[in-house]
């Protein structure tokens, strides 16, 4: 059970520490893309550089809410059934959640600005 517990706990701020400079970076550029046209936003977007820093960012976000789901359905849902059936829904949120954001980042860089 420790070890479980330190491997979540390692992974929860390995995705904190990887989201502090990811986060930074996007509220800049979603600073500079305030007024801009779709057009504009889709090259943004499609860049290959921007397509991975959003394909990471976007991963590390959905990993680390559904750590932290985890972690507080562990710690406040107390019949074993409930519990296991609420890890198990946030599981499938997180992922559908997830390759949504990713889908939408895949579409944005294959069509480019069509």
């Given amino acids: 059970m420790a070890n479980k517990s330190t491997k979540h706990f390692n992974h929860q701020r ?3 520490m990887i989201q502090i400079p990811l986060v ?4 800049i550029s979603v600073v500079r893309l305030i007024g ?4 504009e936003f889709t090259a943004w977007a ?14 590390s976000i959905f990993y680390h ?4 789901m985890d972690e507080v359905i562990e710690d ?3 019949k074993p059934a409930a ?14 959640l997830g390759f949504t954001a990713l889908f939408s980042v895949i579409v944005i860089t294959l069509n480019g600005t069509h």
Avoid: D
């Fill in 83 to 96: 519990r296991s059936r609420l890890l198990m829904l946030n599981k499938v949120f997180a992922v559908i």
């Fill in 46 to 59: 499609g860049e290959p550089l921007t397509a991975l820093l959003l394909v990471i960012f976007i991963l």
């Fill in 24 to 27: 930074v970076w996007f509220i």
């Fill in 76 to 78: 406040y849902i107390h």
């Fill in 65 to 68: 809410m559904r750590l932290g």
């Fill in 14 to 16: 390995f995705t904190a």
């Fill in 36 to 39: 801009a046209s779709w057009t």
